[in-house]
Nanobody, 119 residues
Framework: QVQLVESGGGLVQAGGSLRLSCAAS????????MGWYRQAPGKQRELVAA???????SYADSVKGRFTVSRDNFKNTVYLQMNSLKPEDTAVYYC?????????????WGQGTQVTVSS
């Protein structure tokens, strides 16, 4: 059974930094990407940042230049370094692992961690 355990959320003032971590267990072959999504109240869940198995990264336009996604394959952990945080970054952040198996994509999610940025 795949489990993703997130940590590192909290309350921070605008301009501050936070680092989210997501430790994975039970992961088997076929992972194609690891990353972070977020969902603010009344809004849809959106992709924040992701890194593929090939090492490429992608970011939402709103976080480019401020957030960095990285991973430690040895520790099966993906990180999100968030700098220059803004109040509009306030949301629940979810870790995501995507896996392909026999042509079908499977998504695994963490429990979510709250990030609140005060102005």
């Amino acid at each position: 059974q795949v489990q993703l355990v997130e940590s590192g959320g909290g309350l921070v003032q605008a301009g501050g930094s936070l680092r989210l971590s997501c430790a994975a267990s039970g992961i088997i072959a076929g992972i194609i990407s690891m990353g972070w999504y977020r969902q603010a109240p009344g809004k849809q869940r959106e992709l924040v940042a992701a890194t593929t198995s090939g090492g490429s990264t992608s970011y939402a336009d709103s976080v480019k230049g401020r957030f960095t996604v990285s991973r430690d394959n040895f520790k099966n952990t993906v990180y999100l370094q968030m700098n220059s945080l803004k109040p509009e970054d306030t949301a629940v952040y979810y870790c995501n692992y995507a896996r392909m198996r026999l042509g079908t994509r499977y998504d695994y999610w963490g429990q979510g961690t709250q990030v609140t940025v005060s102005s």
